[in-house]
């Protein structure tokens, strides 16, 4: 009884106590915005954090302003892993982005391959990037500092040697408003050029095929017909080995079907050759029946006798003596009658050959 009034006092508080839930998260609608040519303006006292009270965190309306800086040619994952550490060293961080023009990057870096609107445009739309400060400068001075309200600055810890100075974030380092970031291993700016200038020749093909013209690629007369010749053989040997593989399979299957048939050929050969032995071999069927049959036509049929002979019972020719068992050829001659002499050769050469067949049955 206890526990359930227990349960009860529990369920009753559960009940009155305010239903405090977190709002949904918003979500991400619109890019970040640019910053203000005139700078931050806020009624909100912006005064100097230090790291320790940035990483405690802030009040709402007062979150910390960490800048990062950079070329941000070619944006790429690396890029924007560099943007999310940022984005979360502290609590309650409004990241800022400067992004370098165009005429500036040429002067002190080299030539990019997007546009400096394509790459305001790219950080615009990266979902960790609260704020775009366009034109920015190659080296941080005190006064863009304190016109834009940062409080940290976020890059990688190596020192970046630019315009005459070995680490143009020295002095960020110095005042204690630098936090490192990470770089991504295995992927740059740099890195992706050095892949199109290694492979160009594949791109300048692959251009070609999706209908770029060679003026638009820069391409000369002879190394266009170079490439399209290429890609004319690149498409026959695909053919090719299209055809292969195809042909291929058309073998494999027909192998399979003939081993299939010499086996089922085998079986019904071994088969054949068991049931021919069964029938005709030495202790088969057909000699059984054949000897069966010879016992039974001998037990039926009598032993033939030749004519003249005393008798044609067989108990009388074993009652004959050892002496007459062999009758001469005289006396199983036929009797004689007048005729000519060669007539008696003839019938005589007769008369023999039926006395000695006769001689050979009895023996």
């Given amino acids: 009884m206890s526990r359930k009034r227990r349960n009860r006092g529990n369920n009753a508080q559960q009940q009155a106590a305010p239903n405090h839930k977190r709002p949904p998260p918003k979500a991400l609608q619109a890019p970040a915005v640019f910053a203000s040519p005139t700078g931050f303006e806020t009624d909100v006292p912006h005064e100097k954090l230090t790291i320790a009270q940035a990483k405690r965190g802030t009040p709402a309306n007062r979150p910390v302003r960490v800048y990062a800086d950079g070329i941000f040619d070619l944006f790429h994952s690396g890029h924007a ?15 800022i982005v400067g992004v370098c023009s165009d005429e500036l990057t040429h002067k002190l870096k080299g030539f990019t391959v997007m546009t400096e609107d394509e790459r305001y445009d790219a950080l615009r739309h990266c979902r960790y990037v609260d704020e775009v400060v366009r034109d920015a400068p190659w080296t941080l ?13 976020a890059h990688d810890d190596i020192p970046y040697s630019s315009a005459g100075s070995e680490d143009v974030y020295k002095h960020i380092k110095e005042a204690g408003m630098f ?3 990470k770089r991504t291993e295995g992927i740059s700016t740099s890195d992706l050029i050095t892949r199109i200038v290694r492979n160009y020749d594949i791109y300048v093909r692959r251009n070609l095929q999706r209908g770029y013209t ?3 690629l820069n391409v000369g007369f002879i190394n266009e017909k170079k490439y399209r010749l290429q890609n004319q053989v690149d498409r026959m040997k695909e053919t090719v080995r299209t055809v292969e593989e195809k042909s291929k399979h058309f073998v494999y299957r027909v192998e399979e079907k003939s081993q299939d048939l010499i086996h089922k050929w085998e079986e019904k050969s071994r088969e054949f050759i068991g049931n021919f032995l069964e ?6 069927a057909w000699h059984v029946i054949q000897e069966r049959s010879g016992r039974m036509l001998q037990a039926l049929s009598p032993y033939s006798s030749p004519r003249g002979s005393p ?25 004689s009658t007048p005729s000519s002499p060669s007539r008696r050769k003839k019938g005589g050469r007769s008369s023999f050959k039926a006395a000695t067949k006769y001689s050979g049955h009895l023996q």
């Avoid at 892993?81 to 990241?95: C, E, G, I, S």
């Avoid at 005190?142 to 409080?151: R, S």
Wanted: charged share 20%; proline share 14%; aromatic share 6%.
């Fill in 214 to 216: 060679a003026q638009e």
């Fill in 179 to 181: 936090v490192a970031t």
């Fill in 81 to 95: 892993r560099a943007l999310m550490q940022a984005k979360n060293v502290f609590p309650n961080t409004h990241l």
């Fill in 141 to 153: 001075t005190p006064e863009f500092l304190k016109k834009h309200k940062i409080d940290f600055v």
């Fill in 279 to 284: 029938l005709f071999g030495p202790d088969g």
């Fill in 311 to 335: 008798s044609s019972s067989p108990t009388r020719q074993r009652s004959v003596s050892p002496d007459s068992a062999s009758p001469s050829p005289s006396s199983l001659s036929p009797p």
